[in-house]
Each structure stands twice: as structure tokens, then as C-alpha cells.
């Protein structure tokens, strides 16, 4: 059974930083490419950032460029995303995918709140 569950949500002022885990089970790792997607109140789905099943290439979303950054361990099974100067509309449940093909699988989500 494939998991991935997220970790290192919280509340946190403007202007402050978080990092989020992502850890998967239940499949080769390194053969998924990582997403994550963040969903603020009230609003749609969105890619905040990707990285390579080799974690050589990545992309991020215009709003978070220069400011978060995604990686990842293929030893541990775990996919990161380093958030720093965050501001309220950062205000979301961040939520990791793993992507290989066909096959997609998703995180249950963890809530980021950034205060003004």
C-alpha cells in the first residue's frame, strides 16, 4: 500500500520560514517524480513546486520563486520543501505527489498558516 504523509505544517508570522517533509512507502521512490501542490481556502489546487525522480531539475510556480525550494532523498524516502519569506497568501493545505506515468499518488495534506 502506497502512503505519503506530510509533516512540518504550521503557524507562522510573515516573513518566516518552514520546512515541509514528505515521506513515501509502498514504492520506489526513485522512480516517481515529486509534486507539491498547495490548496488555499476557498480556492483550487495548485503546483508550488517539482522536482526530478533524480532531483537534478526542478520548477516552481512563479508566486514562490526564490523563496522555497524543493528537494529530495532518495535514501530516505523523502521529498522536502524549504518555504522561507512566506507571506499570508502562502496560506494553504500543502499536499506532495509522487508522479510516474499513469501512476499518481497523493499526500493527505498539512496546513501552513502564515499570520500578518
Not at 516517481?32 to 476557498?42: C, D, E, F, T
Amino acid at each position: 500500500q502506497v502512503q505519503l504523509v506530510e509533516s512540518g505544517g504550521g503557524l507562522v508570522q510573515a516573513g518566516g520560514s518552514l520546512r515541509l517533509s514528505c515521506v513515501a512507502s509502498g514504492l520506489t521512490f526513485s522512480r516517481y517524480a515529486m509534486n507539491w501542490h498547495r490548496q488555499p481556502p476557498g480556492k483550487g489546487r495548485e503546483l508550488v513546486a517539482a522536482i526530478t525522480r533524480a532531483g537534478d531539475s526542478s520548477i516552481y510556480a512563479d508566486s514562490v520563486k526564490g523563496r522555497f525550494t524543493i528537494s529530495r532523498d532518495n535514501a530516505d524516502n523523502t521529498v522536502y520543501l524549504q518555504m522561507n519569506n512566506l507571506k499570508p497568501e502562502d496560506t494553504a493545505v500543502y499536499f506532495c505527489q509522487a508522479v510516474n506515468g499513469q501512476d499518481n499518488y497523493w499526500g493527505q495534506g498539512t496546513q501552513v498558516t502564515v499570520s500578518s
